[in-house]
């Protein structure tokens, strides 16, 4: 960094034309990212906007007259129902468990993909087949496993009736599986980017001065792909705080396992509660940005690590 | 030259394109042989709506097509997928087959094509009372009552007949026949799961016991609870007092209709309140060998029990009616196919084919019918008294508020769960609580 200012500074070539070709560059960079920048304020900054005007108000799609302003009382009501506090719980336990065994099953995943030799293109694709498979479809798998009438999971382990669905911390045990089998792949795939961007001269000087593996798993190889692991962490931990096909497909969201955006849907599309459920949509995207916020600043997570280029 | 050849060329491209596509239009809403095509959605049954919708066109002189579209098998499903076409105004949607509770809520929103005066004396003609409570909202006919439901009290004459008491007497109640099945040492088997069942046994109680759920149902939100009422406070003493006694059975609280039978058809079965169903049911578990010829011959039935030895009981009622979607682009058609479908001989010729009690009265005089349905002047007499569940807007709000507060079955007491409900369902319909 230091040394690119060094070198920049004293020579000083005719400024006026590199500011000249840099304003025409920006400019054709704004001119080609217009089009996209427009869509995207069509398709994201409305609704979102719309969502937020809708929340401030008690509002029944089926029931057009009793539509009446009440500011935000929608919000008061959803932070201090059970349901809300309940839901939000679930969704922690969900993603807490799922990202942590996922950063070291990806990590494990992301070794095998780097070292292996034989048959490398094979086991590459085979580690990341169930990341290609539809969530719907994965949590019906799942599903499936694990029911007493199709099920095989109860006759393998010998746990004779045990209904998985029927309470709690069974029916969670298997939607976190199903992600965990679901989305190591992503996980694994960012860590191997990160990976490969570990100079071997690094390991080689550490080599030579006698460090053991362990030291220069520990001491070489993750402080150098830090960034990458930071970045898988961020949107895992987003993408799984907005979990809502397993827990739709497999239990309804009965026995305690709702998620958020679950409520969101049941509040907006089932009972068609437009005002509350927009809140609880406004709050569900509050909380992404607090998420996304702690991990960018808080960590210092460096997002262009993601394209690859350092 | 060759600019201009250029241009030409792909300006025939361009207009065959344009063609291409309004013929892809065009045949999307006309068909090739250009009659117009009816989409008529439907509960899942045997296909019989599909052979009505078909002998319905012929009917019509083949002036239109229809295409029947299956819809989930759960009613929330349903409502959910039908509420979202139509709040995006699809009019896709000619006819559609909707479940009683949920034609307010439709009608509200202005998802209903109203019938006018002269359509609707022909489409009420005969009508059974409890269906055509319905099919009204604010006064209009807003659907066609198509075929009806509604739960007889299932008794094994081996068990009346060693308590000595009749359950198909006038007068029986609930109260007696808990008290006949504690003695017995038998169960009772009834919908207590936190579904849709468990309201509407809950609602046929209060109902019986001369009260509502919700009362000023057309101020919407601010409808008044009546749950917490003597005729609630009735229905929470029968629900707990079987949910706490030797009469419940073992899984109560999880148990739907067919748990219910299951349990009546066990060893220990000895009264069940359950839909008509159960009884082809049972006779082809004797087929199948679940059950012996002398389990079901010692089946019978009569009208629900009553809350009250001197207040005749309003059972349950289910069922199909017939609506027209407001943004419709053939509603001449659709109303021909409605008018068609519930016709009295179409009536009966669906009771028989699919096994769904008709919704018009002269229906059940039919001598096929009345062989086929040895109950059938029960079923009559149980639809035309039936109580239907709140005819509110809110349904889905009123019928979850109860199933949560009343559930499990064993918690239940009065005047606390009545009053609970009560003040739940209020806070939710005023946006105040989370569902």
Not at chain 1, 157 to 167: A, E, H, P, R
Not at chain 2, 76 to 101: F, G, H, N, T
């Amino acid at each position: 960094m230091t040394m690119t200012d060094v070198r920049v500074a004293p020579p000083a070539p005719e400024p006026e034309e590199v500011t000249d070709r840099a304003r025409h560059e920006r400019r054709l960079g704004l001119t080609l990212s217009a089009p996209a920048f427009l869509v995207m304020v069509f398709v994201t900054a409305y609704p979102l906007i719309y969502a937020v005007v809708l929340s401030l108000y008690n509002y029944r799609l089926t029931d057009p007259e009793g539509r009446e302003f009440v500011g935000l009382r929608n919000y008061a009501t959803v932070l201090t129902d059970s349901v809300w506090w309940s839901d939000f719980v679930t969704t922690l336990i969900i993603t807490v468990a799922s990202v942590a065994i996922e950063l070291v099953l990806g990590f494990a995943f992301a070794f095998v993909m780097y070292r292996i030799i034989q048959g490398r293109s094979l086991v590459r694709t085979g580690i990341l087949i169930p990341y290609g498979i539809v969530t719907v479809v994965s949590a019906y798998i799942w599903q499936f496993a694990f029911q007493l009438d199709s099920g095989f999971v109860n006759q393998w382990f010998g746990l004779g009736d045990f209904n998985f669905f029927g309470q709690r911390w069974s029916a969670l045990f298997v939607i976190i599986l199903s992600e965990i089998w679901k989305t190591t792949p992503f996980i694994s795939l960012l860590l191997l980017a990160g990976l490969v961007q570990v100079p071997e001269e690094y390991q080689e000087a550490a080599r030579v001065d006698g460090a053991t593996p362990w030291q220069r798993l520990w001491r070489v190889t993750l402080p150098n792909m830090k960034a990458a692991i930071m970045v898988a962490l961020l949107f895992r931990t987003l993408d799984a705080w907005r979990i809502f096909d397993n827990p739709f497909i497999m239990t309804r969201g009965a026995n305690n396992t709702e998620t958020l955006s679950f409520l969101a849907y049941r509040q907006n599309v089932t009972l068609v509660n437009l005002g509350t459920g927009s809140a609880v949509s406004v709050l569900l995207f509050l909380t992404v940005v607090i998420i996304a916020f702690i991990f960018v600043k808080g960590f210092r997570t460096d997002l262009s690590q993601v394209r690859g280029d350092r | 030259m060759n600019s201009l050849g250029k241009g030409s060329a792909r300006r025939r491209l361009a207009a065959a394109t344009v063609l291409a596509l309004s013929a892809g239009l065009l045949t999307a809403c006309g068909d090739d042989s250009g009659l117009p095509v009816i989409t008529w959605y439907i509960n899942p049954d045997n296909g019989g709506q599909g052979r009505l919708a078909e002998r319905c066109a012929a009917e019509a002189g083949n002036t239109y097509k229809v295409d029947v579209q299956v819809l989930p098998n759960d009613a929330s499903q349903q409502r959910e997928q039908l509420v979202r076409r139509l709040a995006a105004k699809d009019s896709s949607i000619d006819v559609m087959s909707l479940d009683p509770p949920f034609v307010a809520e439709f009608a509200n929103a202005e998802f209903l094509r109203p019938f006018d005066d002269a359509d609707a004396a022909a489409l009420t003609k005969d009508v059974l009372k409890g269906p055509l409570q319905t099919a009204y909202w604010k006064d209009q006919l807003v659907a066609a009552p198509f075929w009806a439901n509604t739960q007889l009290l299932w008794y094994r004459k081996s068990v009346a007949q060693a308590a000595g008491v009749d359950p198909a007497a006038a007068n029986f109640t609930w109260d007696e026949m808990i008290r006949t099945a504690e003695s017995q040492k038998k169960v009772i088997g009834v919908q207590a799961n936190r579904y849709e069942g468990y309201m509407v046994w809950i609602n046929a109680l209060v109902a019986s016991a001369g009260g509502e759920i919700i009362g000023d149902v057309e101020a919407g939100k601010d409808a008044k609870p009546e749950i917490n009422s003597p005729a609630g406070d009735d229905a929470a003493r029968v629900i707990g007092d079987l949910a706490r006694s030797a009469a419940a059975p073992p899984a109560m609280s999880t148990m739907g209709e067919e748990e219910a039978r299951s349990a009546f058809q066990s060893d220990a079965g000895g009264f069940m309140v359950n839909w008509p169903y159960v009884y082809s049911a049972a006779k082809e578990s004797v087929a199948g060998g679940g059950i012996t010829q002398q389990v079901f011959d010692d089946i019978a039935w009569a009208r629900y029990p009553r809350m009250a030895a001197d207040k005749p009981s309003k059972p349950p009622l289910g069922g199909i009616n017939l609506t027209i979607g407001a943004f419709s682009k053939h509603p001449e058609q659709a109303l021909d196919l409605v008018k068609c479908a519930t016709s009295l001989p179409n009536n009966v010729a669906y009771m028989l084919d699919a096994g769904n009690p008709a919704a018009r009265g002269p229906a059940y005089d039919d001598p096929k019918v009345r062989e086929a349905y040895p109950m059938a002047e029960v079923i009559r007499q149980s639809i035309n008294d039936a109580g239907p569940r709140p005819i509110t807007p809110y349904y889905n709000d009123v019928s979850t508020s109860v199933q949560i507060t009343w559930h499990p079955a064993t918690d239940v007491t009065a005047p606390a769960t009545p009053e609970e409900a009560a003040t739940f369902m209020s806070d939710v319909l005023l946006g105040k609580r989370l569902l």
